[in-house]
């Protein structure tokens, strides 16, 4: 993943800043294909940092830098480009927009303190876009529009513009427009300026067209009632209705203060290929997006029982940062990039890793003293070393081998924990198995990495089936995981997962187990009586001792008891395990010189091998409750669906958004897949949980992976 020499055209070493103040940190969110690494690489080209930009398509890109997002022409992984323009660091946040990366995606809305959406003009805005904005709505993310691709043959920019409000809501409004005559220029609905860039960048400023100021007069109207409407000045509104013209300065200062406090979202049309548009953006970000100043820090509390302090982003207070990410490059070992809330990060300087809360992701709590040796500001994969990380800037640390992604870095003097943010859970079981023994080492090695930096990826060891199973966030997510295993040097191949069954018997039954053994010395001698009979689900395993006139002596009983139990979970029929049976021992012969502890636990499991010959077994696979929440359009589609997976709907509610809530009942066996099937079935706007239920008969005809 780093690398710590500069690339060919890399402007110099990377500049550490002193003042929260000068920090803007902007992740990119939108679909996949809407162009938000191509933007990245042209702010990368106009800013200086890159002599030029890269392409997705040529796997040139400073923020593709994995393989695997080489491979697919997408991203697959959050990667920082910080930028500096007229003294401020814009640290821009690229994260994936195919769903299956959703990880990478929350990791980058962590680190960052505002949120560029990004939409192409071609395609529009879809349903995980539109749920995303809600969720930045519902924290007050401050959010911007950008309108990307505007070069492409089905680009739309007005109908673009029109879906976004339609999406977003009243408070999307463009401060631009492209010109007309098919010149690339913008035209300022503030300022009523021509942003002229048909010479390139930067743009030269010339007056617009009298027919496009016609054109727009609609919009200027809309966007200057829209920013009187966020004032704090209630005046603006009357003087506005009785004809006055609010002052430029006056507009601008009231735009930039409701987008930094979030309830205004500004629209820009721009196009990476002609540069149209980015130097409106950098503007924009500069001065409107909030500071990490005027963020608030995550949730955090003491480790050592002392009182919390009010934690600010202030580079002299208690250092309090965060892993965002974790990577291990095959050079530089394991790279952890750093999120700072508060306080300083320091090279040659002791910090304490603390991780809690993730242990069912397999991520085991954990605390632990380091020493961070160098700070690195990256760009891409390239580390450039910095001499100090101030608070609400990113960084990049090396080499500190307990740190995992969503840990807190903070001082050994005063060890601090914060809250881990959400993380969806993965449904997507792989079986994975190395492809000879010389690989296991490697591929154990390698797993260890993969889920310290990937709290999307949970490794599951299948005691009963015997499979490594690893599981993701879909197909796409599953071979990312597939391709760095083996680029880590372990051959990996997948098999069918194999689903955990059960065994019960229909009815009750009577076994007769005899284990009587004479070898010349000492004998074996054990016989038993048993009854079984099957108990209502759930109810696990009883046993009953219900032996009169003392034919096996007291001290034997247990010993019957513990046969019987060994032999229930080896299994009868099929090798699964015993579930929800009632044992009675009614009966049974002893010798007083030759019966045994071990001679009563054989002749116990001989016996209910024997009742499992005079009764019948039935296999049992695990149900899951399932709640499957969707938007009200596909309700149909998922619940015929459900019911082609053999489930059982228990009932529908309403959630908020036009969607709804499906509880119902599936077997496991039809739900391996469904992850990636319910994604297609309703374009991606769909989740769903599960949790296991209880054990029920298998249906005959139906056959379980196992």
């Known amino acids: 993943m780093a690398e710590k020499q500069s690339k060919a055209g890399d402007s110099g070493a990377a500049v550490a800043v002193e003042d929260p103040r000068q920090v803007r940190n902007v992740v990119l969110v939108g679909p996949s294909g809407s162009g938000k690494t191509t933007l990245t690489e042209a702010l990368l080209a106009v800013s200086g940092t890159v002599a030029r930009a890269g392409s997705v398509v040529e796997g040139t890109t400073v923020c593709d830098h994995d393989p695997a997002a080489v491979r697919q022409q997408r991203s697959v992984g959050l990667a920082v480009a910080p930028i500096l323009t007229d003294g401020v660091k814009i640290n821009l946040i690229d994260t994936p927009g195919y769903a299956d990366f959703v990880g990478e995606l929350r990791a980058g809305l962590r680190a960052a303190d505002a949120a560029l959406f990004v939409v192409s003009a071609s395609e529009g805005v879809d349903a995980a876009t539109t749920a995303l904005w809600a969720e930045c709505a519902a924290v007050g993310m401050p959010r911007a529009v950008v309108v990307s691709r505007l070069d492409h043959h089905r680009a739309d920019p007005a109908g673009k513009i029109a879906a976004c409000q339609e999406a977003f809501g009243s408070g999307v409004l463009p401060l631009y427009l492209p010109a007309g005559g098919g010149e690339p220029a913008l035209v300022g609905l503030i300022t009523q300026r021509l942003y002229d860039y048909s010479g390139g960048y930067p743009p030269v400023l010339g007056r617009p067209d009298p027919g496009d100021l016609d054109r727009m007069t609609e919009a200027r109207n809309k966007l200057i009632e829209g920013i009187i409407g966020e004032s704090e000045d209630e005046s603006l509104m009357d003087r506005y209705l009785a004809g006055e013209q609010i002052p430029e300065a006056t507009l601008i200062a009231d735009l930039e203060t409701a987008v930094a406090r979030g309830t205004f979202h500004p629209v820009i049309p721009v196009c990476a290929a002609t540069g149209l548009g980015l130097a409106e953006l950098l503007d ?283 032999q229930l979970q080896r299994g ?135």
Request: with cysteine.
């Open 284 to 566: 924009g970000i500069k001065r409107a997006f909030p500071s990490p100043v005027e963020h608030p820090l995550p949730e955090i509390e003491p480790l050592a029982g002392k009182i919390p302090a009010q934690f600010r982003p202030d580079p002299d207070g208690p250092l309090a940062a965060e892993v965002v990410r974790t990577a291990v490059d095959s050079y530089v070992g394991r790279v952890s990039l750093v999120r700072v809330f508060s306080g300083t990060l320091r090279p040659e300087r002791p910090v304490h890793i603390s991780g809690h809360g993730l242990a069912e992701r397999g991520h085991e709590d954990h605390d632990a003293d380091e020493r961070v040796a160098h700070l690195y500001s990256p760009l891409g994969s390239h580390l450039r070393e910095v001499p100090y990380c101030v608070a609400g800037d990113l960084c990049a640390l090396t080499k500190i081998g307990s740190a995992e992604t969503g840990d807190t870095v903070s001082s050994p003097d005063f060890p601090l924990l914060m809250k881990p943010w959400a993380m969806p859970e993965p449904l997507l079981p792989v079986a994975i198995v190395a492809h000879n023994r010389s690989d296991e080492d490697t591929l154990a090695r390698n797993l260890s990495r993969l889920v310290a930096g990937d709290p999307t990826l949970r490794l599951e060891r299948n005691a009963e089936t015997g499979q490594l199973v690893l599981w993701c966030m879909g197909e796409a997510h599953a071979d990312v995981v597939l391709s760095r295993l083996r680029a880590g040097g372990a051959e990996v191949d997948t098999e069918p997962v194999k689903i955990s069954l059960r065994e019960t018997f229909a009815g009750p039954a009577r076994g007769h187990g005899r284990h009587v053994k004479q070898s010349g010395g000492h004998g074996q001698y054990a016989v038993c009586d048993i009854e079984v009979e099957p108990l209502p689900r759930g109810s696990g395993f009883e046993f009953a001792d219900r032996v009169v006139g003392g034919a096996i002596p007291h001290q034997f009983i247990p010993s019957v008891e513990k046969g019987v139990k060994a």
């Open 572 to 706: 009868l029929a099929a090798g699964h395990p015993v579930v929800d049976v009632r044992v009675s021992l009614v009966d049974g012969k002893a010798h007083s010189v030759d019966s045994s502890d071990a001679a009563f636990q054989t002749a116990g499991a001989l016996a209910l091998k024997d009742a499992a010959a005079n009764g019948r077994i039935l296999l049992l696979e695990p149900l899951d409750e399932v709640a499957v929440e969707l938007p009200d359009e596909h309700l149909g589609a998922v619940l015929g669906d459900l019911s082609s997976r053999r489930g059982r709907v228990l009932g529908t509610s309403s959630a908020p958004g036009g969607r709804t809530v499906i509880q119902a009942e599936v077997p496991a066996t039809e739900l391996l897949r469904y992850a990636t099937e319910l994604r297609s079935l309703t374009s991606g706007t769909a989740s769903f949980t599960r949790r296991h239920a209880r054990f029920d008969p298998l249906p005959e005809g139906v056959k379980a992976a196992t």
